[in-house]
């Protein structure tokens, strides 16, 4: 009994103390950040008693070098899905399992990744810490780098401006979206923040930011259900879903819509849902589909790579190479898409939708191993170098194939965006690039044979041409010469 009256009494103390601190903080930050501060008054955590010490207070156990002391508290700017893990461990283990979490080091991190695995830094296929980033600088190894990953990197450095462009390297590529390292030293925070990136490198251990999609500090989730937070990294020439979803006829019922207050719905069925959004087929728990947060879940293709795959598994080898395509496990992710889309679409529907896709891809896996194919060629005969391989005309053909048109073609087809797969994809893929690559090889191929062929009549010269260097054919030739002049000139006096 006594135990139990000290215990409750120990709650009460600490209930007491957190209220304190979530009154110190409101009425500070309201004076700081007024704007956080009424996000935060507006959400559902505010309403479930979630405190800011909840989200920002440092956690037992865990080593995290961005914690500091904040007015009398221990706290961190980089809130990662380890505080978000306590409320939501079931999410947090479906997006660690997902490429969105690894996505930094997928991108433009790989190739320092792998550089830090090989150096024993890390293990393969587990998330560097703060102390890995102190050891080898993250930054400074893509800044030296010359990669696919930043492809204006191959030219910059040909035309001598590889160190003086650092922008481009350091903050204004890729990893807006992708994430990168969050580097704290002697205390502070130096590289890497600000940062929203989903697959954000944090200073604890962990990889990730949840607030990429469910923006802090309200934390909606009708706003991460709305394709527009999907739209703010898919989107553009390499990655277009935004742009085909609303071209697409699901975006145009959803964009014609006054009303997107379904979203707000604790749980989307298909008779409270007018029209699917990203979060709806990728994510929802929608027609029997279950609820995940690993967004590849209900994806058959890998869409992105030079040549598309069933799904590769696991995702954390993703970033090292090692990852294999999962046929059967890619087979039980279309089963849940079709589930979806069997919501609102009869079964001959949705299968013949499915085949069409499928038929697509497959055209663009022919097409762009027969441009590789080329590329290959072009680097066996000679007439490219390979050791930078984005400086060259065929070489920066080929990225646009995989990496621009070929995307919009596949992708525009598992989106129904027609004007996406034809012109802006197979068109721009076969009619111009891979037919430049063509024209540039068999130009190139020409320039090569007339160099031989000159270079052969330097080292061995034709008969006729030996014959004009002798004494004898250069003195009749001076004859020649000479009695043309002569007549020439009498023909002028008579005149």
Known sequence: MKVAILMAFLAAIALISVVQAEETCITCHKTVTPGIVSQYESSKMAKAGVSCLDCHGEIKGIDDPSVINHNGYRITPVVSPIHCQKCHPQEYQEFMNSKHAWTALIGPFRFWYRDAVSKGLVEEGKAPDNSVFLKSDPYEFIGKSITPLMPASGVLAKVGLFDEVQGYKNTLNCIGCHGSPVIVKDGKIVKGWPNNGIGRLNPDG???????????????????????????????????????????????IYYSLENHSFLDEEELTPENTPVPTCAVCHMSGFNGAKTTHDVGSRLYWELQPKISTPQWYPANLVPVGKQKPDEERARENRAEMMKVCRGCHSPSWVEGYFKEFDEAVQDYNKVAKSAKALLDKIYEEGLADKSNQLDEYPELMWYYIWHHDGRRWRMGASMMGYDFTHWHGLFETVGDKYLKMLSWYETQKKIKALEERKAEQEVTPTPAAKASKSP?????????????LYIIQGRMRKK
Do not use: W
Not at 223 to 243: S, V
Not at 472 to 484: C, E, H, W
């Open 472 to 484: 004898g054919f250069q003195a009749v030739a001076a004859i020649a010469v000479l009695s043309a």
């Open 206 to 252: 962990s990889i990730g930011s949840c607030s990429a999609c469910h923006t802090r500090h309200k934390f909606d989730k009708a706003e991460a259900r709305k394709p527009e937070t999907c739209g703010q990294c898919h989107l553009g020439p390499d990655h277009p879903q935004i742009e085909i979803y609303q071209e697409s006829k699901h975006g145009n």
